[in-house]
């Protein structure tokens, strides 16, 4: 997706976790730079919401696919191969189920460009923020289940556990204190995330496991659900749309 135009394929395969990690102190000085408008609580600013997920999401990517915990280098691409053939039953098989490329292509589709058009759809648009809110939230679940199931640490824990956790559930709790009308987007947000998690395993198993499909059009599966929320909620009314500052 990212790569086709630039014909650097093997790069971004291989650092575009380094890109993201690197691009957090620039997108926070584009946001702030160039921000007009103040809000009494920043959950109350969907715009400001929006970039803090993607700077959480880019920060638990350092963690989760360039250096863990423990110091180990690209440990969720080894960490996630492992668990599905485990799943599987299929712990001695050399079937590579979550090749680098689809790595790559699940997190610039599902966090970079859904954070991308969170950003471009605040503040007049809420869903794709709560969309975001809703990967955030599931994608925390998944690391902390994980890690009860196996008692043990997996790639990407510590960042769900301390951003991910308070920053989706306090913003929800904004959202649903502060305007009622919009209970239906948090619940919808919540399902889409719980889908594109569904859609990112069930995905990568039919192309690489059960070769029902070509990976190209997993890809594109998943690019699809990524901007479906810039066109959910979008002529929702005004009210439903923007957060008001408690007083």
């Known amino acids: 997706m990212l790569w086709l135009p630039l014909g650097q394929h093997d790069f971004l395969i291989e650092n575009w976790m380094k890109i993201g990690t690197y691009a957090v102190p620039f997108l926070l000085f584009a946001f702030f730079s160039s921000r007009t408008e103040q809000t009494d609580s920043f959950l ?3 715009k400001l919401m929006s970039v803090t997920l993607l700077v959480a999401y880019l920060t638990h990517q350092f963690e989760e696919h360039w250096v863990d915990l423990f110091g180990n280098q690209y440990a969720f691409y080894g960490y996630l191969n492992t668990l599905l053939l485990g799943i599987l039953d299929a712990q001695d098989s050399t079937i590579i189920l979550a090749s680098q490329t689809a ?4 997190n610039t589709s599902l966090v970079w460009l859904v954070g991308a058009i ?8 809420l869903f794709p923020t709560l969309a975001m809110n809703g990967i ?3 994608n925390a679940i998944s690391h902390i289940l994980s890690s009860i199931i196996k008692q043990a ?9 301390a951003l991910f956790v308070p920053l989706a559930i306090a913003f929800y709790r904004k959202v649903l204190v502060t305007n009622s009308s919009a209970n239906l987007q948090v619940i919808m947000s919540i399902i889409w995330a719980i889908l ?7 995905g990568l198993l039919a192309a690489n496991w059960f070769e029902l499909i070509p990976e190209p059009v997993y890809f594109v599966v ?4 990524s901007v ?6 979008n002529s929702a009314n005004k009210t439903s749309q923007v957060l008001f500052s408690e007083t």
Request: charge should be neutral; charged fraction near 5%; proline fraction near 7%.
């Open 44 to 46: 109350a600013d969907t």
């Open 103 to 106: 790595i790559f292509v699940i």
């Open 118 to 125: 969170a950003i471009w759809r605040s503040p007049n648009h």
């Open 136 to 138: 955030v939230l599931v």
């Open 153 to 161: 640490y997996n790639p990407g824990l510590l960042t769900a556990i």
């Open 196 to 202: 594109a998690h569904i859609i990112l395993i069930v």
């Open 222 to 225: 998943l690019v699809i659900w």
């Open 228 to 233: 479906i929320p810039a066109f959910l909620f």
